[in-house]
């Protein structure tokens, strides 16, 4: 029974360390051609380094039908575009002071972090 | 050689560019390039492009991937060049917001197809199961022909699992990969821990207590299937809360007959070009924005502005796309083309606002971002807790409180509360002829404790007109107009031009002047068929010598009615008094008894005099006035009224007040159809009538109200289910959720939010 319970607490710091405390590679925008696939529930890369004080262009391509992913919305930016299904969309962002913006879908169920430095 | 080529070659493309100033026909347009990937790849398209002939100039964006052209090219001919330099090519307009939107549905359907069968399998396999578990069997595992059976079953369920359930188990990896969570690593992991406890039952039964050896396959089976009818089912409703958007999109022609050399042709809307001359007949809609220069017509513009009479057109009016040509026949030259039209700036708005949040949602969204992993974390705690201090069988109580948890647990229904009222909240007033730019003025509007309406042009029309004209005994009143209007033709005075066209409206004439003289303040004088003509205010008359008599007192009094008395004098002898006055609009009055009887103050502001301003607001209706406010001061009045704890809303026409409509809460600029600067405001009324005003606050109330009914259904869903579902009132009631019951409610909390958020598309913005 403890093993089961020390089980049990260790499987919830995983938990915290995997969602949370894990900085995952960010890749870079500037690096080459980068389109950002939406499908079965994420963003592909979801974490984006990009330049600051710089507009720059994200490019998505959305191969999942689920009408969750249609939008994505930079709530920072005040930003929201519709994304067609199988077919890349190009959406300007405005010059950004560093730090991190969230972006996401509707119900927030795909989610993804730009770093900008 | 090299040289002379280089020589000639620039030669040609200083002649392309006069070409290009002298005819302001050229064409302009955007392609997306795919496929390129380096500077080198931009010289090599654009060489591509610019070897093409009539091509002038092109340029490609490589952050964007887009190049443009120009030159009167057809864009597949264009695009063959670049397919040529090994590259692909597409219009933008080909992904227009028809081809988009149908596009969009053809996806929605196949998808929708594809749910439904998924459902279909699932619930086929786990409606049996459970009614066989109902009502004749339990569902244990205790001898080898059970044991073999369920082995059955359970590869039957990874088999519904693998086909229906496939999507939610590669979304879940993916995600989880990505060190993200989202709904389909609930379902994965919810419908994963049953099946798997299951299995183990039937493989290892001497491992589980007697009593736990129960399976789950029917629940497995049955909460994909439902989870799969809610999306289904969600999505159909879905469709429904975007109409407002399709019917605005509708709104755009497909084709257009333009004038080229002469002749009438048909060609698609895209190809429209600036300055193309587009013919319109009667019953037709105008396909793009242009200015009339030929015929004239009334157009109805309702779908735009809300506004029921039809306009009517004549030379150098404007008329704008999406709106129906009524009577007669015309010819414009088109203004704006393509994206830039304002049907499209308005599609575009609207879109836009619908998908951004008002501060209301934000604490959902908050939440919404760390739900899933906290929730794993409670289904984890929760199954830790009935091992441990559960009844007999904990094993099996654990498993299926630890399911439940994750099932019922989904935040996104909490995630479209919001995003799907405003969007049917902000297309609703969209067909009311106001147009809200985003989520906050939507919010904000809701709350408004004071309204203040700047007097002139928006409780007034804003263009004075003559109202009484007092003769002297004898003299003839359209003689009177028509040396006046001789006398004011050349004057700019917004006063002089109501006496110019109240004489045009009845046909009259202007004669020759000779002798004009403005005198600053007072008026005017000028020779008029050789007499001397007086014009302008009392001090002009006395300083003059000209007596008033008893006009002194009709002037007093035409004054006290929001007036602006003016005396007229025919070699030194008073003629006539005319009044002008800027009239008050016929449904102010109406629109602001609306505002009133909401609780709302309404306060009127002016840069008129105080008598002037008096009249006009007792006429409208309104206690309270600010005169002779100098315009620079306005936002200063707004800010006195938010000092006094109002939430302000100022109205005004958006030019002179735009300092004023940025310090209040909510600013609404009263534009009528074209001239609107679209993003100057937080809220435009596209008719000129107030009772955008009223309509707006109701629609923004109703949208709030609805936001909160969802908010509060999703909570109760996610938030409420989950103590539930972890068992919290077993020891109290002996209830525990089943997963089923679970994942029904999960796959219907989605569909309630946006059916609620669907009830507001019945609201009516105006009883009448
Ligand atoms: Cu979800």
Redesign the interface.
């Known amino acids: 029974?403890i093993l089961?319970?020390v089980l049990?607490v260790l499987?919830?710091a995983l938990?915290?360390w995997?969602?949370?405390l894990?900085q995952?590679q960010a890749t870079d925008l500037g690096a080459?051609?980068l389109t950002i696939v939406v499908?079965?529930?994420?963003?592909?890369p979801?974490r984006i380094q990009v330049p600051a004080n710089q507009?720059?262009?994200l490019?998505f391509l959305r191969k999942d039908?689920?009408?969750?992913s249609?939008?994505v919305?930079f709530?920072a930016l005040?930003l929201?575009?519709?994304l067609?299904?199988n077919?890349?969309k190009?959406i300007?962002l405005p010059a950004m002071q560093e730090g991190e913006y969230?972006f996401?879908c509707?119900?927030?169920?795909?989610?993804g972090r730009l770093l900008v430095v | 050689m090299a040289k002379a080529v280089r020589h000639q070659d620039k030669h040609g493309k200083a002649d392309a560019e006069k070409q290009r100033c002298h005819d302001g026909m050229e064409q302009q347009q955007e392609l997306?390039i795919?496929g390129?990937?380096c500077a080198g790849c931009v010289k090599k398209i654009e060489a591509a492009l610019q070897s093409v002939p009539g091509v002038t100039h092109a340029e490609m964006n490589f952050?964007?991937?887009?190049v443009s052209v120009e030159g009167a090219v057809d864009a597949s001919i264009l695009i063959k060049a670049i397919e040529q330099a090994g590259y692909g090519a597409q219009t933008q307009s080909a992904?227009s917001d028809d081809d988009?939107l149908e596009?969009?549905e053809k996806?929605?359907r196949?998808?929708y197809k594809r749910l439904m069968l998924e459902m279909t399998i699932a619930l086929g396999l786990g409606v049996p199961l459970m009614i066989y578990g109902l009502l004749i069997g339990e569902m244990t595992v205790t001898t080898t022909t059970e044991r073999i059976a369920w082995l059955l079953v359970g590869l039957l369920t990874l088999g519904v699992m693998l086909f229906s359930g496939k999507?939610f188990y590669?979304?879940?990896w993916?995600?989880?990969k990505?060190?993200?969570?989202?709904?389909?690593t609930l379902i994965a992991l919810g419908t994963g821990t049953a099946w798997l406890y299951s299995m183990v039952v039937v493989f290892f039964p001497q491992v589980v207590p007697d009593m736990a050896r129960h399976v789950y396959f029917e629940a497995t089976a049955m909460i994909i299937g439902l989870i799969d009818l809610g999306?289904a089912l969600?999505?159909k409703a879905?469709g429904r809360t975007s109409e407002a958007i399709k019917r605005l999109i509708g709104l755009q022609p497909k084709t257009a007959r333009v004038i080229r050399d002469g002749n009438d042709m048909d060609i698609p809307i895209e190809q429209v070009r600036l300055h193309d001359l587009v013919r319109v007949r009667p019953g037709e809609k105008v396909p793009v924005d242009g200015e009339v220069i030929e015929g004239h017509t009334a157009i109805d513009e309702s779908m735009l502005t809300g506004e029921p009479m039809p306009v009517e057109k004549a030379e150098q009016d404007e008329v704008v796309a999406g709106t129906i040509n009524k009577t007669g026949s015309i010819v414009f030259k088109a203004t704006r083309v393509g994206k830039d039209t304002a049907l499209a700036q308005i599609i575009g708005m609207v879109?836009?606002a619908q998908?951004?949040?008002p501060p209301i949602g934000r604490l959902a969204?908050v939440i919404?971002?760390y739900f899933?992993?906290v929730i794993?974390?409670i289904a984890?705690?929760s199954?830790?807790a009935w091992?441990?201090f559960g009844p007999e069988p904990a094993v099996a109580f654990a498993v299926v409180s630890a399911t439940t948890v994750l099932i019922i647990a989904c935040?996104?229904a909490l995630?479209?509360a919001t995003?799907m009222s405003v969007m049917v909240g902000v297309g609703k007033a969209a067909e009311a002829g106001v147009l809200i730019r985003?989520g906050e003025a939507l919010q904000t509007s809701s709350k408004i404790t004071a309204m203040i309406l700047d007097k002139t042009g928006t409780i007034t029309l804003g263009a004075p007109k003559v109202t009484d004209i007092v003769t002297v005994d004898g003299v003839d009143e359209a003689g009177v107009l028509q040396q006046v209007a001789s006398l004011e033709s050349g004057s700019e005075h917004p006063l002089a031009l109501a006496v110019v066209e109240s004489a045009k409206e009845r046909g009259i004439k202007p004669l020759a002047v000779t002798g004009f003289n403005a005198i600053a303040g007072h008026g005017v004088e000028a020779v008029v068929e050789g007499k001397n003509l007086l014009f302008g205010n009392e001090k002009l008359m006395k300083d003059q010598g000209v007596a008033l008599d008893d006009f002194v007192d009709k002037a007093q009094q035409l004054a006290a009615e929001a007036k602006t008395p003016m005396y007229f004098a025919v070699d030194g002898r008073l003629a006539a008094l005319i009044a002008v006055a800027d009239p008050i609009k016929e449904d102010s009055i109406a629109a602001i008894k609306r505002l009133q009887h909401n609780g709302i103050r309404v306060v009127m502001l002016t840069g008129d005099n105080r008598a002037t301003a008096k009249a006009v607001a007792e006429k409208a209706g309104i206690k309270e006035f600010f005169a002779e406010v100098l315009p620079e001061d306005k936002s200063k009045k707004v800010q006195e009224l938010q000092m006094q704890g109002e939430v302000v809303g100022m109205t005004g026409d958006g030019i002179n007040d735009a300092p004023a409509l940025a310090m209040a809460n909510v600013g609404f600029a009263i534009g009528t159809g074209t001239d609107v600067a679209i993003e100057s405001a937080d809220i435009t009324l596209m008719r000129g009538s107030l009772h955008g005003l009223a309509d707006a606050i109701a629609v923004s109330k109703a949208t709030l109200r609805n936001i909160k009914q969802n908010l509060f259904g999703a909570f109760i869903y996610n938030i409420a289910g989950v103590p539930v579902a972890a068992g919290l009132l077993y020891p109290f009631f002996g209830l525990l959720l089943s997963p089923v019951i679970a994942g029904a409610a999960m796959a219907f909390s989605?569909l309630t939010v946006v059916t609620n958020a669907n009830r507001l598309r019945l609201f009516k913005t105006r009883e009448h």
């Open positions: 029974m089961v319970n049990g499987l919830i938990i915290v995997w969602f949370w894990y995952p080459s051609e499908e079965n529930g994420t963003y592909q979801a507009s720059v262009v490019s039908s689920s009408p969750c249609e939008t919305l709530p005040k929201s575009e519709t067609p299904l077919k890349v190009n300007t969230d996401h509707q119900m927030q169920m795909y989610r | 997306l795919q390129a990937s952050a964007q991937r887009t992904d988009a596009e969009k996806a929605d196949a998808y999507h590669v979304g879940a993916q995600s989880c990505n060190h993200s969570a989202n709904m389909d999306l969600e999505l879905r879109k836009r998908n951004s949040k969204d919404a971002a899933v992993p794993m974390m984890i705690v199954a830790l091992l441990n935040p996104c995630g479209l995003p985003n989605s």
